[in-house]
């Protein structure tokens, strides 16, 4: 079936720095979603793409429009309030919407 | 933003038992998808519905698992009987189309299950 592969798993950032979640697909995916996980377990959206890039402040991601393979997610001048778990999810099904979801990436950012 | 909610955001029950969890969607949104998550674990798919019917499930919906929307109403999860590896967070989401600029998935907060 359709594998979504998000790297890195782990990341420690220190405040002030950049730096980039990358998630690949096994397959052609029609969209991506980007959320971010807090500690109380609510899932935020990021960012819904169906082709291109989108930016949100600090955060902006691209979705490759060519072959549709892979994803990424670029943090900028991290900040202590971007920890959590990012996850990619993207859908490939080709009749029906069916987000898979990457197995995420936990995020701390440190002073 | 659309909102997606969930009731109850917590529930403890004793195996055997049976559960309803119950999601109200945004409003004029036609597909409906449940997702579960283990502590600590990525989010698995479990279903999707529209127009009233599940339109694809996942090994993990097993048997004792149901869903429906009876006229509009909460778009609902039944485990019945549960079992102890049903303990997870259960996610609702809802979405306008598929695919595309509006299909777009909303997520509810999560229903915690605890399983005893």
């Known amino acids: 079936g359709d594998q979504v592969e998000q790297s890195p798993s782990a990341l420690s950032l220190h405040e002030g720095t950049d730096s980039a979640l990358r998630c690949n697909f096994t397959?052609?995916?029609?969209?991506v979603q980007w959320f971010r996980q807090n500690s109380r377990g609510s899932l935020i959206s990021l960012f819904y793409?169906?082709?291109?890039t989108k930016e949100n402040g600090r955060l902006k991601s691209a979705f490759d429009s060519k072959e549709r393979r892979y994803s990424t997610l670029h943090i900028r001048d991290a900040q202590l309030e971007d920890s959590g778990t990012y996850f990619c999810?993207?859908?490939?099904?080709?009749?029906?919407?069916?987000?898979?979801f990457g197995q995420g990436t936990s995020l701390s950012v440190v002073p | 933003g659309p909102k997606v909610l969930q009731i109850p955001s917590h529930q403890i029950i004793d195996m055997g038992q049976m559960v309803t969890l119950n999601c109200d969607p945004v409003?004029?949104?036609?597909?409906f998808y449940w997702y579960k998550q283990i502590l600590g674990q990525q989010m698995e798919f479990l279903v999707n519905?529209?127009?009233?019917?599940?339109?694809?499930k996942s090994k993990l919906f097993k048997d004792q698992f149901s869903v429906e929307r009876p006229d509009g109403s909460y778009f609902t999860l039944k485990i019945q009987p549960t079992a102890l590896e049903d303990s997870a967070v259960y996610f609702c989401a809802s979405s306008l189309r598929l695919g595309g600029d509006t299909g777009q998935l909303y997520f509810g907060e999560g229903s915690k299950l605890t399983v005893l």
């Open positions: 999810a993207a859908d490939g099904s080709s009749s029906f919407s069916k987000l898979v």
């Open positions: 397959t052609t995916m029609r969209s």
């Open positions: 793409l169906a082709s291109g």
């Open positions: 519905f529209y127009n009233g019917k599940v339109m694809e």
């Open positions: 409003s004029n949104h036609l597909y």
